[in-house]
């Protein structure tokens, strides 16, 4: 069971990934919302004052740039994390202390939004990833399960009906693990765009989250070492018969197999 115990710590690696990941990207939309209630109390200036684009920066800072993963995610200066969020305009504007006009705060104020919009985009794609593999390691672990119920001996020394009823049960687990490895492509193939600015696809997801894990595919790995597992079992390493006719050491039938 080796094969499938690596398998399965891979993808327990995967769901601690995804789980960590959506924990950040929560508290970053929270930081954003926090960000936007800031520039929402703005005052536009006036000849009798109001606010600078510096008193915002500083909220910034103190809110978006505080957050606890901010510094492992990014490791980048405030310049570079505005005019990634930001358009050019914006995030020199911040930077500079100068009075902040309507239309300023209405740009940022759309600026922000949009940061937080994509976040949840994100979010949702975290949640759909997480549901999938939880759904394939309650199936891998339910194969496993399955598959500890079976005879530790050679196949060839079973009776005929039991050799069919294990022969089958293995074939059923195999059907299985090819009937996800599909859904699981399809998964790919159907999802959309996580982010639309950012262009990040579900193989750009696969490859940003599970870098380095020991393969960026982690929920095809499992499933592919669990049926190298059941081929294993019924003598069929690499997925081809290596057992042409098998005496049953009991009654001395020979049963051909498929």
């Known amino acids: 069971m080796a094969t499938m115990e690596r398998g399965n710590n891979i993808l327990k690696q995967a769901i601690t990934v995804v789980e960590q990941e959506r924990s950040s990207i929560n508290a970053e939309q929270c930081a954003f919302e926090a960000f936007r209630e800031s520039v929402s109390r703005a005052r536009p200036a006036t000849a009798g004052g109001g606010t600078q684009t510096r008193s915002l920066l500083e909220a ?3 809110t978006v740039m505080s957050t606890p993963d901010f510094g492992s995610a990014y490791d980048e ?31 940022l104020l759309v600026g922000t939004t949009a940061a937080i919009e994509s976040r949840t985009r ?22 496993g399960d399955t598959l500890q119920d079976l005879p530790a001996c050679s196949l060839q020394c079973l009776p005929f009906e039991r050799f069919v009823d294990v022969w089958e049960t ?8 090819n009937r996800l490895s599909k859904q699981r492509q399809h998964h790919f193939a159907d999802r959309r765009t996580i982010d639309e600015r950012a ?21 095809l790995h499992c499933l592919a070492e669990t049926r190298r597992y059941i081929e294993q079992y019924r003598g069929e390493a690499n997925g081809s018969a290596s057992h042409t006719r ?4 009991d009654s001395g039938l020979e049963v051909v197999s498929k």
């Open 60 to 62: 910034y800072k103190e």
């Open 77 to 107: 200066p405030v310049s570079e994390s505005l005019e990634a969020e930001f358009s050019p305009s914006l995030a020199s504007a911040l930077q500079e202390n100068e009075p902040v006009t309507q239309r300023f705060k209405r740009n």
């Open 170 to 177: 293995c074939e059923e687990a195999v059907e299985r693990c």
């Open 246 to 249: 098998v005496g049953n050491c």
């Open 199 to 219: 262009n990040v696809d579900a193989h750009a997801l696969n490859g940003y989250l599970y870098d380095n894990l020991e393969t960026q595919f982690p929920v």
């Open 122 to 143: 994100f979010k949702q794609a975290l949640e759909a990833e997480h549901e999938s593999i939880r759904a394939v390691q309650k199936t891998v672990l339910d194969i």
